[in-house]
C-alpha cells in the first residue's frame, strides 16, 4: 500500500519489510499478535493530534469499511507474544 501511494517518492529509500501479511508474518516464526495500537487512534485519545486531523477524520467517513481499516494500521505499535509449542 505505501509503494503504491509513495511509489516515486520511495525510489531512493525503498521500505525494506513490508510484509503482506503484516503481523501474521510472525506467526510461522512462533510469534503472535496480542495488542496493535494505531497511531492515529492513540494520537486522538492524547490529544496530541497532527494538524488537520478533523479534516481527515471528516474525509475518511467518505471511504469504504475496509480501506478505513487499512488506514488505520498504516502506522501503530504492536504487542507481540511468543507462542508455546
Known sequence: M????WGKSLERSP??????????FFEPHG??????RSLWHESRRLRREMPMAGLYRFLGRFYPRRVADQWH???GV???ERKLS
Open 73 to 75: 494500521r498504516f502506522s
Open 78 to 80: 504492536v504487542l507481540l
Open 31 to 36: 510469534w503472535r499478535e496480542v495488542e496493535f
Open 15 to 24: 521500505f525494506r519489510f513490508t510484509p503482506e501479511e503484516g503481523t501474521a
Open 2 to 5: 505505501i509503494e503504491r501511494r
